[in-house]
T-cell receptor, first 116, second 114 residues
Framework: AQKITQTQPGMFVQEKEAVTLDCTYD???????LFWYKQPSSGEMIFLIY??????QNATEGRYSLNFQKARKSANLVISASQLGDSAMYFC?????????????FGDGTTLTVKP | SAVISQKPSRDICQRGTSLTIQCQVD?????MFWYRQQPGQSLTLIAT?????????ESGFVIDKFPISRPNLTFSTLTVSNMSPEDSSIYLC???????????FGSGTRLTVV
């Protein structure tokens, strides 16, 4: 079974609007971390935000916030006030701390296009 | 957080040849990871490289095709051997900075095999 599922291959958003990118995950490890990365067309991977499985509050980093719903096993990324430079591929990833030798598993990604 | 210098940034290679990709980290790290990203797809882990031991390869990847060196805690190389057009991908190295933060990635090597 796929551990990380991103069901939106592509998303469009108007500049200055907010957008939510979906991510669901599957694990039996009680201790894990969830991550979002941005990959512009240049190919580099940029770490955006982290949520730990034991964190009580949703993570926020500037315009990025993570809507963590543990019971539903979802970790959606919310980007507020979209900018043209936000156009990129976005990957959700998970690292299980007690299993899988600490390796990260990545979803298939969502391509976000911000329209002017 | 760690900073990784990855070289080359891109290359166009003839089939049957080999390319070695280098990653230099500005701090000592225990684990380094090598990923392949085929066009339009997600990241696939090739192997985990720990200093002083053989790299651990994921299913579908073998040492003869992707030999890895890890001579010290700040440096690693991945060689793509006997290349074919199917090896055309972005190759990325990454490190675990410790704690519970996200991985740090190199800038990637965009490889085209003709």
């Amino acid at each position: 079974a796929q551990k990380i599922t991103q069901t939106q291959p592509g998303m469009f958003v108007q500049e200055k609007e907010a957008v939510t990118l979906d991510c669901t995950y599957d694990t039996s490890d009680p201790s894990y971390g969830l991550f979002w990365y941005k990959q512009p067309s240049s190919g580099e991977m940029i770490f955006l935000i982290y949520q730990g499985s034991y964190d009580q509050q949703n993570a926020t980093e500037g315009r990025y916030s993570l809507n963590f719903q543990k019971a539903r096993k979802s970790a959606n990324l919310v980007i507020s006030a979209s900018q043209l430079g936000d156009s990129a591929m976005y990957f959700c990833a998970m690292r299980e701390h007690n299993t899988n030798a600490g390796k990260s598993t990545f979803g298939d990604g969502t391509t976000l296009t911000v329209k002017p | 957080s760690a900073v990784i210098s990855q070289k080359p940034s891109r290359d166009i290679c003839q089939r049957g040849t080999s390319l070695t990709i280098q990653c230099q980290v500005d701090s000592q790290v225990t684990m380094m990871f090598w990923y392949r990203q085929q066009p339009g797809q997600s990241l696939t882990l090739i192997a985990t490289a720990n200093q002083g031991s053989e790299a651990t390869y994921e299913s579908g990847f073998v040492i003869d095709k992707f030999p890895i060196s890890r001579p010290n805690l700040t440096f690693s190389t991945l060689t793509v051997s006997n290349m074919s057009p199917e090896d055309s991908s972005i190759y990325l190295c990454s490190v675990d900075p410790g704690g519970y933060g996200g991985y740090t990635f190199g800038s990637g090597t965009r490889l085209t095999v003709v």
